[in-house]
């Protein structure tokens, strides 16, 4: 069982920048393809970054050039930096590990990008 644990989020001025991390434990990290994911009041939850095992990275359109996924497999970490942020990057944003068949969520943390 992996456990997943996110902080990090908070409250933001449209522009300004937040790093979110997820601690894990209970697996092999190094092994597992990690995301970043994002739900925002009455939306589907989407898929914003994901980071392979190997280290290869995809975005979703809307944040490519914003936001940055990376990994420290020595510390289980994974982090999703977020610059240049919008209103409309207000949302829940989950942690996710994927092996296999087999996928994880951490319990979320919230982003808000207000003035």
């Known amino acids: 069982q992996v456990q997943l644990v996110e902080s990090g989020g908070g409250l933001v001025q449209p522009g300004g920048s937040l790093r979110l991390s997820c601690a894990a434990s209970?697996?092999?990290?190094?092994?597992?393809?990690m995301g970043w994911y994002r739900q925002a009041p009455g939306k589907q939850r989407e898929l914003v970054a994901g980071?392979?095992?190997?280290?290869?990275?995809n975005y979703a359109d809307s944040v490519k050039g914003r936001f940055t996924i990376s990994r420290d497999n020595a510390k289980n970490t994974v982090y999703l930096q977020m610059n240049s942020l919008k209103p409309e990057d207000t949302a829940v944003y989950y942690c996710?590990?994927?092996?296999?068949?087999?996928?994880?969520w951490g319990q979320g943390t919230q982003v808000t990008v207000s003035s």
């Open positions: 996710n590990a994927a092996v296999s068949v087999l996928m994880y």
């Open positions: 209970g697996g092999i990290f190094r092994l597992y393809a």
């Open positions: 980071i392979t095992s190997g280290g290869s990275t």
